[in-house]
Nanobody, 121 residues
């Protein structure tokens, strides 16, 4: 079982920056892809960015050029650097990981508890 703990959320003014972190712990063979999703009030959860174990990244169109996802495999940690933040980026941000419990096992999805990001003046 993998546990994910996010940190780094908070209140920031439009145009500001925040860096989210998510640390994975527990018992697993390998963590494959990691990523960030977000959910604004009254809206469905949506993908923000993902990164594979070899560093390939994917971004939602709404955050391309402003957000950067990165990963430290040695620390089982994924980061989301968010720049030029806009009020519409306000949401709860959730970390996600696809991991395997053992060799050749099917991938399992794990979620963190979420961290609030509020962009407001």
């Amino acid at each position: 079982q993998v546990q994910l703990v996010e940190s780094g959320g908070g209140l920031v003014q439009p145009g500001g920056s925040l860096r989210l972190s998510c640390v994975a712990s527990g018992s697993f063979f390998r963590i494959n892809a990691m990523g960030w999703h977000r959910q604004a009030p009254g809206k469905q959860r949506e993908l923000v960015a993902t990164i594979t174990s070899d560093g390939s990244t994917n971004y939602a169109d709404a955050v391309k050029g402003r957000f950067t996802i990165s990963r430290d495999n040695a620390k089982n940690t994924v980061y989301l650097q968010m720049n030029s933040l806009k009020p519409e980026d306000t949401a709860v941000y959730y970390c996600n990981a696809l991991y395997q419990r053992r060799v050749a096992a099917a991938a399992i999805s794990a979620w963190g508890q979420g961290t609030q990001v509020t962009v407001s003046s």
